[in-house]
């Protein structure tokens, strides 16, 4: 099994010592080797396997143990008998198979809520920013056994494959939300509308503090002339401006809607010229 390991040459052996006090510094190299997914020969000794990127690791992490006021011996072994190579590997896979069904177990937790969520059309941003917390937290969990998973142990297909269904079933609930929500990134023409009247609608969520600042920035864009929507650069406000309200309050929501209208610069000339007095 150990073939399928790219780069492979061998065995790293870790051996160290550090001071009983602080305890944080004992508590912080079992961590880190924890992350590297090492396999417990006996107290304080693990094993790995001998790859580049890992003796780099080793290195920096042979100076913080030392640093911490400990010692520490990295021994390379090129091979191992038969028997005691099998039982390495089993161990490294047996770890990363505990480690593979906590993946799982929160895919499947994820899903589940979900799938209550749907059913109970609870389709609310509070809930579509939870998910994607916990979808986040899960990805990580699954990228940090991944790594370590030096010997693919079986379980990491399926664990890929609930992560994937989890990402799945996501989008399809984030779509629901901003679907109900009335979201879109852009609206084709209207039917009926003439081709030479430029329409462009975005609708987006925006904090009160972020709203106003982008209130402020549309302003100043049409007052300059530097508003651009889809890479067309919108004509500056003219002396006069129509504008339109509405307010609507239902139940759910509230909505204020204001419209903006101007006439552009070819417009206004056209009028002025209209509006001179001949002779």
Same mark, same amino acid.
């Given at each position: 099994?150990?073939?399928? %390991?790219?780069?492979? $040459?061998?065995?790293? &052996? &870790?051996?160290?010592?550090?001071? +009983?006090?602080? +305890?944080? /510094? ?9 992350? %590297? ?7 304080? #000794? *693990?094993?790995?396997? @001998? ?9 920096v992490l042979k100076e913080q143990?030392?640093h911490l006021g400990g010692e520490?011996?990295? =021994?390379?072994?090129?091979? =191992? ?11 490294? @896979? +047996? ?7 906590? #993946?799982?177990?929160?895919c499947r937790e994820l899903l ?25 937290? #899960? ?19 399926? !664990?890929? !494959? ?12 984030? $779509? ?6 009335? &979201?879109? +990134? ?9 081709? /030479? ?8 969520? *925006?904090?009160?503090?972020? %709203? ?17 929507? /889809?890479?067309?650069?919108? /004509? ?13 309050? @239902? ?12 006439? @552009? ?15």
């Amino acid at each position: 099994m150990r073939e399928q %390991l790219k780069d492979f $040459q061998g065995w790293l &052996i &870790i051996i160290y010592r550090v001071p +009983s006090l602080p +305890s944080t /510094s004992r508590v912080t190299i079992w961590k880190r080797i924890k992350e %590297l997914g090492g396999f417990l020969l006996q107290q304080s #000794v *693990y094993i790995f396997p @001998n790859l580049p990127a890992l003796r780099e690791t080793f290195n920096v992490l042979k100076e913080q143990i030392q640093h911490l006021g400990g010692e520490c011996k990295i =021994l390379e072994i090129a091979s =191992l008998d038969e028997g005691q190579e099998k039982e390495v590997i089993a161990g490294f @896979n +047996s770890n990363r198979e505990e480690e593979y069904t906590e #993946v799982v177990k929160a895919c499947r937790e994820l899903l589940q809520e979900i799938d209550e969520e749907s059913k109970t059309e609870d389709f609310h941003f509070a809930d579509l920013e939870e998910n994607e917390k916990h979808l986040q937290r #899960v990805r990580e969990l699954l990228e940090n056994v991944t790594k370590r998973d030096y010997f693919q142990a079986d379980s990491r297909h399926k !664990a890929a !494959a609930m992560f994937s269904e989890c990402v799945e079933k996501f989008g399809a609930f984030s $779509q629901e939300v901003y679907l109900r929500a009335g &979201i879109v +990134s852009e609206e084709k023409k209207s039917p009926g509308v003439s081709d /030479s009247t430029a329409r462009e609608s975005q609708q987006q969520v *925006y904090s009160r503090k972020e %709203l106003l600042t982008k209130l402020r920035e549309i302003t100043r864009g049409l007052d300059r002339g530097t508003l651009e929507v /889809s890479g067309k650069r919108v /004509s500056p406000l003219s002396a006069q401006v129509v504008t339109e309200w509405n307010y609507r309050e @239902n139940r759910d929501k509230n909505s204020f809607e204001l419209k903006i209208t101007w006439a @552009n610069s070819a417009s206004e000339i056209k009028e002025k010229k209209r509006q001179q007095p001949v002779g």
